[in-house]
């Protein structure tokens, strides 16, 4: 199984600020690399999809990026309603994975 | 817009199968790949497996042996079978759409979940 290292499990930032949430994927997995933000009790949500593309109608302000196995989700401006655990998930090869997820509190 | 409904029981005995049944509407089922994830108390996301209108089916190998996943695009439906089941199954489960492209998939439309307790 592809193995993804996410970090950091855990940030506190405030309103207004950037924050990034790195994965790391343990082998090749080109761009196959999407990004979920799951509220408590809730099921998650895709913000960005092949590591860069923003899923239709989320803010701009979720921007990711890819650089060889190393994938950012980067939020600018953050908002309230950010606060989430963010999960990264590879969809190269089968089964999927999922990095450990990153709890945001704002 | 496409909505998907976990349906199914919240309590099953060790050692029994767990049916779970993913009702979808707003949409035709053509076009995509269904999946179901599941998600123990207070931990992470597991993909459990995936199945295409083409019937082709993609289990998790931890899971491979309990597991089977149906679809029947007649009733807008699709399915889920673990048998053997152990405390360590109990999670929420969800079911999600999948969306393909040509450089990759991702789930883009969710069930709200349902969450099964393996308990005697």
């Known amino acids: 199984d592809i193995q993804m290292t996410q970090s950091p499990s855990s940030l506190s930032a405030s309103v207004g600020d950037r924050v990034s949430i790195t994965c790391r994927a343990s082998?090749?997995?080109?761009?196959?690399l999407n990004w979920y933000q799951q509220k408590p009790g809730k099921a998650p949500e895709v913000l960005i999809y092949?590591?860069?593309r923003l899923q239709y109608g989320v803010p701009s302000r979720f921007s990711g990026s890819r650089s060889g196995t190393d994938f950012t989700l980067t939020i600018t401006n953050l908002q309230p309603e950010d606060s989430a655990t963010y999960f990264c998930?590879?969809?190269?090869?089968?089964?999927?994975?999922f990095g450990q997820g990153t709890k945001l509190e704002i | 817009q496409m909505q998907l409904q976990e349906s199914g029981p919240g309590l099953v005995k060790p050692s029994e199968t767990l049916s779970l049944a993913c009702t979808v509407s707003g949409g035709s089922m053509n076009g995509f790949f269904w999946n179901w994830i599941r998600q123990p108390p207070g931990k992470g996301l597991e993909w459990i497996g995936s199945i295409w209108n083409s019937g082709n089916t993609y289990y998790n190998p931890s899971l491979k042996s309990r597991l089977t996943i149906s679809v029947d695009t007649s009733k807008n439906q699709f399915s889920l079978r673990l048998n053997s089941l152990t405390a360590a199954d109990s999670a929420v489960y969800f079911c999600?759409?999948?969306?393909?492209?040509?450089?990759?998939?991702?789930?883009?439309?969710w069930g709200q979940g349902t969450r099964v307790t393996v308990s005697s």
């Open positions: 082998q090749d997995i080109i761009t196959y």
């Open positions: 092949a590591a860069s």
């Open positions: 999600a759409r999948g969306n393909f492209f040509e450089d990759g998939n991702y789930m883009d439309s």
């Open positions: 998930q590879q969809a190269y090869s089968t089964p999927d994975t």
